[in-house]
């Protein structure tokens, strides 16, 4: 992997690229947000592939019961698979960032995971905020404008944006209710359309739905 700006050499390249590198360039938010999006779809069949699926890590299991585990534990699956699958020196993969400072002894704006991409130099960076939600979370139809948009491309300053929705079911789950009546087309039709309206503003933003189903 990856980050080079400005462009390396072949020799530094080689150096800079490990045996498990993936050897891309960026030299924009738009390649960061490529990049991270590969990725993304690389961990939908780490979850959900025919060989050692591990969706099962997104879920508690009992001998009664079978409930999801948070959006918290879910973010925190998703950044240990990006930290292995973005290995370098200049890329630094963060959660529960804390944007600005709260009022009044309140907390401020944080985001669920923030990836920095640096110049050799340190000079400068791109930045990419993912924010996750599970499809059981009442915000879900809406946090697209007013978290990840407004708060964390607008005010917070990331050059590029993820709205990334954990979709989760299961036979002996009832799933709990929400805006889409638990329908993932209608789910998906729906964050395509609030995308369009948002790119006006922020057009380095996409939605990602991702399958946590645990099937038994």
């Not at 690389?42 to 969706?55: A, C, F």
């Not at 979370?137 to 990334?164: C, F, R």
Request: hydrophobic share 35%; aromatic share 8%; charged share 30%.
């Amino acid at each position: 992997l990856k980050i080079l700006n400005p462009i390396y050499s072949v020799d530094e390249i080689k150096k800079i690229m490990g045996k498990d590198s993936r050897g891309v360039l960026i030299n924009s938010p738009e390649d960061l947000l490529n990049l991270v999006l590969e990725c993304l779809r690389e961990y939908q069949t780490y979850l959900t592939g025919k060989e050692n699926p591990r969706v099962e890590d997104l879920w508690n299991l009992n001998k009664t019961s079978l409930t999801h585990k948070s959006e918290e534990d879910f973010s925190d699956h998703i950044k240990a698979f990006l930290d292995l699958k973005m290995k370098s020196s200049c890329i630094i993969i963060n959660r529960e960032v804390q944007l600005n400072r709260g009022i009044n002894g309140t907390s401020g704006a944080r985001t669920d995971l923030w990836v920095n991409v640096y110049s050799r130099d340190r000079e400068s960076k791109y930045s990419l905020c993912i924010e996750v939600k599970g499809s059981w979370n009442t915000s879900a139809p809406t946090a697209i404008k007013e978290q990840l948009v407004d708060k964390y491309m607008g005010s917070g300053g990331a050059d590029a944006g993820i709205y990334l929705v954990g979709w989760f079911d299961s036979k002996k789950y009832p799933q709990q209710e929400n805006m889409w009546n638990n329908d993932r087309e209608w789910a998906n039709a729906d964050l395509d359309a609030k995308v369009q309206e948002q790119r006006q503003k922020e057009p380095l933003l996409m939605k990602l739905i991702i399958n946590c189903d645990y099937r038994i």
